[in-house]
T-cell receptor
Framework: QQQVRQSPQSLTVWEGETAILNCSYE??????FPWYQQFPGEGPALLIS?????DKKEDGRFTIFFNKREKKLSLHITDSQPGDSATYFC????????????FGLGTRVSVFP | DAAVTQKPRYLIKMKGQEAEMKCIPE?????VFWYQQKQSKELKFLIY????????QIDMVKERFSAVCPSSSLCSLGIRTCEAEDSALYLC???????????FGKGTRLTVV
């Protein structure tokens, strides 16, 4: 059973639009949520992360919105660029240790010029 | 740029052959993880090392793989007898023991023909 769920599986947006990627989780002990960006043929790279004490984290064009009560979070990519085309993984961990990290199945984002 | 180094980047083996791939964790990181990824989809956890000791692994690894970290600066993942289903991107990642941030290498792309 997938503990971290992502939707949609794939997403297409035009350059300049906002891409919204959704993530939900089951385990209420999860308190650390990183997002990873992966380009084809490369390893995932840590993009942005949030802890459950916060409801929003912003880094440039990337923003995480977190709703602890509903166990949901979303990644917004504003002013999407073709270079943002990649697969994005939501992950969750229940503690300060990486061995508890659970990944979602990913959302493939395509940004067309 | 990834501070986790994986070699080789590409590996081609025939069915039945042995395969070996190496990982150099980021300096100072004591936790090492291996994942298998097929077709840019889900990250399948394989094995976790803490201070060079294997602490968690899936059954497939116990049965068909060999994984060791002979030093804090080198880990290896081997497949004793390659099968077609082993064709995948093998990702190594590392983290500090007291932090959840995980950093990935670029992976070794194994093709079994």
């Amino acid at each position: 059973q997938q503990q971290v769920r992502q939707s949609p599986q794939s997403l297409t947006v035009w350059e300049g639009e906002t891409a919204i990627l959704n993530c939900s989780y089951e385990d209420s002990t999860f308190n650390y949520f990183p997002w990873y960006q992966q380009f084809p043929g490369e390893g995932p790279a840590l993009l942005i992360s949030i802890r459950s004490v916060s409801d929003k984290k912003e880094d440039g064009r990337f923003t995480i919105f977190f709703n602890k009560r509903e166990k949901k979070l979303s990644l917004h990519i504003t002013d999407s660029q073709p270079g943002d085309s990649a697969t994005y993984f939501c992950a969750a961990s229940p503690n300060n240790y990486a061995q508890g990290l659970t990944f979602g199945l990913g959302t493939r984002v395509s940004v067309f010029p | 740029d990834a501070a986790v180094t994986q070699k080789p980047r590409y590996l081609i083996k025939m069915k039945g052959q042995e395969a070996e791939m190496k990982c150099i964790p980021e300096k100072g990181h004591t936790a090492v993880f291996w994942y298998q990824q097929k077709q840019s989809k889900e990250l399948k956890f394989l094995i976790y090392f803490q201070n060079q000791q294997p602490l968690d692994q899936i059954d497939m690894v116990k049965e068909r793989f060999s994984a060791v970290c002979p030093s804090s600066s080198l880990c290896s993942l081997g497949i004793r007898t390659c099968e077609a289903e082993d064709s995948a991107l093998y990702l190594c990642s590392s983290s500090q023991s007291d932090r959840p941030e995980v950093f990935f290498g670029k992976g070794t792309r194994l093709t079994v023909v």
